[in-house]
């Protein structure tokens, strides 16, 4: 009995927001919008328009494109940071407190700093690098590439101190066992290293797909989505539709799509993720 | 003789060779990548108007930029009042963790301490709600806000910033109240406390520097938000993520110094509590899911 009654007040506010979000389902099977403020009930036809829109399916490319490419980068730097700081050498000590600042601006501070730093003319980024005034940044072939750049910038941080923190808590038993043995480095990383380190590097990998899966904040500031919708994520032709547009009811379509994608992808990572804990538990005991 | 992980693992005296060199190197290469864009953003706020435009290392820094910043108010450049953006910002942060505290520490506690039914599935729940795209609840919210005539206005704020913080407390300190032994607090029971009691007396003030590592993490949070503020407030109730985006359309004119100032103003609460609960991040960040 008492467990639950502790978790009344906790449940009770998840409901104030689930009833938000049931409501925002119900909005899928109207045709809700500013021009049409007494919506009626149209059934399936918002999700026989989205799914049929081209764009849709464009910015789901893009948002896997994205989460894929950003996950990627920021896991190999990551882990290679972290490595590199465990060999707690004076440089490594004295950036190490530095190390999470980009990951603790907000993101869309962090979008705004960058679109300082892109701007052709007046950013700093050309004359440092000696790119002229006429490199573009944020240009219809470069601007995916470039919000993916501001991604690693802010969230490789993230990764390098998850793993930092598993390479930190592991055994040293079995590498000075394997070095008796004479093993060398990229055997011990390889053979040793990685399957320990395998579950700290599966939070971070899922903590950053599923939040790549979502992006939106210093996409946003960066590029709104374009040049034309070359930029477009899913949230962010979302909040075209529903804010810009004042289509609620198809914003909230596209997003009911994306939140079903979300949610399975969450289920099946934690579920891999509980195995692989357990696994390394039972290979530490 | 100790290999190179053995006594990379092991704290002590190094040598210098060609591949500790590289090393070095490389992580110098991450931190000047990573570092450049703030040390940037601090150079150009301290330029003033007619500096603003160049890019170059030398001139004479002011402090001006902040004060313009922190003393406009409607009228003037952007339209926006970044000071009383500030100020929100702290009330409605400090407001979500408040809440998010007393409601999540006995959640927190009845999850660590019980599996019962449909435990695991609230927690589930509540992970999904980090993940969940904050649009789809957003429109809305935005209808019954206006229906309960609460846009625009802190308690607003504070609510759905639940959305950000919640889940974020009950997770952490559910770890930490898992991590602690049962026995301690059947000790207390034995000795004629109450369960209440016990929890308050025992549990509590244990798990004490989880609750304020999970506060100021969730207070974080809550101020890097941008969607919440930028569709569920106007004016009154806005913040400070919402106010600096303003800056970069300023009035069809570029103030590239008081945008830098602006985001500098922003991204120094966050960055200052960050560092003060450093030790307690990585468990935070990965909702307890990593232990450091």
Known sequence: MRPYLLSVPAVLLIIGILYAFFYGVYYTVLNYAATNPSPSFVGIDNYRSVLGDALFWRSAGTTLLYAVAATGLETVLGVAIALLLNRSTLIGKTFERLLILPLMIAPVIAGVIWKLMFNPQFGVLNHVLGLGSTFDWLSKDRALASTILVDVWIYTPFVAILVLAGIRSLPREPFEASDVDGASWFYMFRRLMLPMMWPYILVAVIFRFMDCLKVFDAVYVLTAGGPGVTTTTLQIGAFEDSITNLNYSRGSTYMFLLWIIVFITARYLVSVLGKAQRRAAGAGA | ?292
Request: with cysteine; charged share 10%; hydrophobic share 55%.
């Open chain 2, 1 to 292: 003789m100790a290999s190179r992980f053995a006594r990379e693992l092991t704290p002590g005296q190094k040598r210098v060779t060609p591949g500790s060199v590289v090393a070095d190197l490389a992580i110098l290469a991450w931190f000047v990548f990573s570092l450049f864009p703030l040390v940037w953003m601090v150079l150009l706020a301290l330029k003033n108007d007619a500096q603003q435009t160049s890019t170059y290392f030398q001139f004479s820094p002011t402090l001006a930029n902040f004060g313009t910043v922190l003393s406009q108010r409607g009228e003037d450049l952007t339209s926006v009042d970044f000071g009383h953006a500030l100020l929100t910002s702290v009330l409605n942060c400090a407001g979500a963790v408040l809440v998010s505290l007393v409601v999540g520490i006995p959640a927190a506690y009845a999850a660590g301490r019980w599996k019962f039914r449909g435990s695991e599935d609230l927690m589930f729940q509540m992970l999904s709600f980090r993940f969940a795209p904050e649009l789809m609840v957003i429109v809305p919210l935005f209808v019954i806000y206006n229906t309960l005539g609460i846009f625009d206005t802190k308690l607003g704020m504070v609510w759905v910033l639940q959305l950000v913080t919640m889940p974020l407390v009950v997770w952490i300190l559910r770890s930490y109240f898992t991590d602690l032994a049962p026995e301690l607090e059947q000790a207390a029971l034995l000795d004629g406390y109450t369960r209440t009691r016990a929890f308050l007396t025992v549990a509590l003030p244990l798990v004490r520097p989880g609750i304020a590592a999970a506060a100021l993490l969730a207070f974080i949070f809550a101020w890097n938000n941008y969607l919440f503020p930028l569709i569920l407030t106007d004016s009154a109730a806005t913040t400070v993520t919402v106010a600096v985006t303003k800056y970069l359309g300023g009035g069809g004119q570029a103030y590239y110094n008081l945008t830098a100032a602006a985001a500098l103003l922003g991204a120094l609460p966050p960055l200052v509590l960050a560092l003060t609960i450093q030790r307690y991040l990585v468990r935070g960040l990965s909702f307890g899911a990593v232990k450091a």
